[in-house]
């Protein structure tokens, strides 16, 4: 990997979706990922259940330069005991961006703000894990206020893996009209949505994706990319509106895959050093 993105010209790799948890509760993700369900069906084998020292060497190690911590609340009073934990996770390591999550829950804006007094940076909500309406009036103020900082909200927000919750386009659509310069990264660029979530990336201003699982074999077998959006794709990319994910360490495929699945698009090397570097520095 360090051999390919030098060849591009780039300093390393910016990933926005990576994953690090409180052991106890990462431990439990892998498990959901692993043995699936009703709507799962079989689930999939997480490549990476390593130690968390073993997994920030092996980015390190590829060149991924900057990653993040993501965590995500799926109930009331969980979101500031896991921002402290995130936050003082990147503070032993200069390479993972400060991120922090929030809920619709008393105290939200206070809490918020003291993820930003401790640094946050990025931040995560997942619609539907956490089964929540991201347009409720208890969490309007906080939109507000990241909308102002330009902080990058990486959202999931598409039926992907299952149904339920708040997903699909009206809910975060929503939102968007009301705070139209946020700038929110929709994850997974949207799939299997993909074309609602791109008409919302080309109407707002600072709407962005992510690439996390797209274009790789594990995606393309159910959830296969529109090959009328690749125009689309390569404008959005250029224009700083695509950044590189990998859902890592919870993914089914070597790392380098994901890298691979967007370079055999062959949307050009401009396009590439863009998702890859480029976007995400902008970002952040």
């Keep these: 990997?360090?051999?390919?993105?030098?060849?591009?010209?780039?300093?390393?790799?910016?990933?926005?979706?990576?994953?690090?948890?409180?052991?106890?509760m990462e431990r439990?993700?892998?498990h959901h990922f692993h043995h699936g369900g009703p709507l799962?069906?079989?689930?999939?084998?997480?490549?990476?259940?390593?130690?968390?020292?073993?997994?920030?060497?092996?980015?390190?190690?590829?060149?991924?330069?900057?990653?993040?911590?993501?965590?995500?609340?799926h109930r009331p009073g969980m979101a500031a005991d896991l921002n402290a934990w995130s936050?003082?996770?990147?503070?032993?390591?200069?390479?993972?961006?400060?991120?922090?999550?929030?809920?619709?829950?008393?105290?939200?804006l206070s809490y918020v703000r003291q993820a930003l007094d401790d640094g946050a940076r990025v931040w995560k909500i997942h619609l539907q894990v956490g089964a929540f309406d991201p347009a409720l009036p208890e969490l309007d103020p906080v939109w507000g206020l990241l909308s102002d900082l330009g902080h990058p909200v990486v959202v999931?927000?598409?039926?992907?893996?299952?149904?339920?919750?708040?997903?699909?386009?009206?809910?975060?659509?929503?939102?968007?009209?009301?705070?139209?310069?946020?700038?929110?990264?929709?994850?997974?660029?949207?799939?299997?949505?993909y074309a609602d979530f791109f008409d919302l990336a080309g109407r707002y201003e600072r709407a962005a994706l992510d690439t996390t699982m797209a274009f790789t074999d594990f995606a393309q077998l159910g959830m296969p990319f529109p090959a009328a959006l690749r125009p689309r794709l390569l404008e959005l990319g250029l224009a700083g509106k695509v950044?590189?994910?990998s859902d890592f360490p919870n993914i089914?495929?070597?790392?380098?895959?994901?890298?691979?699945?967007?370079?055999?698009?062959?949307?050009?090397e401009a396009w590439v050093r863009a998702v890859c570097w480029d976007n995400g520095a902008d970002m952040i």
């Excluded at 069906?41 to 997480?46: I, P, R």
């Excluded at 060497?57 to 990653?67: A, D, K, Y």
């Excluded at 070597?254 to 699945?261: D, E, I, T, V």
């Design 40 to 73: 799962m069906g079989n689930g999939w084998k997480v490549t990476y259940q390593w130690p968390v020292e073993e997994r920030v060497e092996l980015l390190r190690s590829m060149g991924v330069r900057h990653f993040t911590a993501l965590p995500y609340a």
């Design 156 to 193: 999931h927000a598409s039926s992907v893996p299952v149904p339920g919750g708040y997903v699909g386009i009206s809910p975060i659509a929503a939102v968007l009209e009301q705070h139209p310069r946020l700038r929110v990264v929709i994850a997974h660029l949207g799939m299997p949505e």
């Design 28 to 30: 439990r993700v892998w």
């Design 252 to 268: 089914p495929h070597p790392y380098a895959h994901q890298l691979h699945a967007l370079d055999r698009l062959d949307l050009g």
């Design 87 to 108: 936050l003082a996770f990147a503070r032993e390591l200069p390479e993972c961006l400060p991120s922090a999550t929030f809920y619709p829950e008393p105290g939200v």
């Design 1 to 24: 990997m360090p051999a390919w993105w030098r060849s591009l010209g780039l300093p390393g790799l910016i990933d926005l979706h990576t994953h690090f948890l409180p052991e106890r």
């Design 243 to 245: 950044v590189l994910g």
